[in-house]
């Protein structure tokens, strides 16, 4: 079963749960570091870049690693790739498997990375784009991509007392950090973290721009919103940055499988509060191969969203100089 993030993940203030779990977050801990010590990742010939998170879930993994694409693509510098992007086929996961193969060709999705990583060879691909995978360790990592969102490290705290994959120490080995922001504000004290951890390490900053057409459609309607994703505040967030009316908003696990009685019922509350239901493009998709050619899909909208990396140009040649 699919739960709520807690609470308490996100703040440093004291709390009986987080204090319950923190004997398990330190055998979380001790397996991580085991992990690490003794595993023997794998040399290929193709060219990794792997993007991923510490903080557990949405920090914009899967957009950068479609944004990343289409900018090696796009890019004369480096048109010897031939660049691919590899996602492990989590059966939870249908949702973002989906989303990359509308937004991108160039995708493959295998039960392990390093399965992937050989069918990717075989097949003349000579650069991949791993979206997540920073904590498999079978296999050689190029260039160590990290994610972070305006939450950054939350309650500083490891799984399960907090909500973090492994200890923000482990940004000594990685090479890039991209931080997803509302504000568009420099987080300069979470940066002099990091680069007191890892001197060498380049930090980037990225936003997400929403559909500019879909947004004039929307403005000056009731939404009623509704979002399954890592980190739903940040679509709320986001929709009121860009001054829409919610009226109401309803957050769900991530990854959620929505039932079609759920589904009716917002739906039916749309439509009696003269509301338009409104989810993420992810959502939608998802929703979309649960329950396809419904016809409740007609009274369910969604924004599309691209990921904008600022000082592109930065990052593109970071990329360049690593590979």
Known sequence: MKIKKPKFWDTTK???LKFLFIPLSLIFDLIVFIRKKFSTPKK??????CIGNIYL????????SIELLKLIKSEDIINKYKPIIIKKNYKNQIDEINLLKKKVNSVMVEKSRVNALEKAEREGYNLAI????????????NIKIVCFNDKLIGNTLTLPAGPLRENITSVKDYDIVLINTLDNKPKKDFEKILKSINPNLSIFYSIYKPDKNKLDLLRGKKINAFAGIGNPENFFSMLLKYELNIEKKEVFPDHFNFNINQLKTLVDF????????LTTEKDYIRIKSL???????EEIDFLEIDLQILEKDSFINEIKNKI
């Open 130 to 141: 791993l979206d997540d995978g920073l904590q498999d360790y079978s296999f050689y990592k």
């Open 57 to 64: 879930g949405g920090t914009g993994k899967t957009p950068l």
């Open 291 to 297: 329950f396809p050619g419904n016809s409740f899909l």
């Open 270 to 277: 749309s439509k009696k509060n003269n509301q338009k239901l």
């Open 14 to 16: 004291n709390n009986n």
């Open 44 to 49: 290929f010939s193709i060219k990794t870049i």
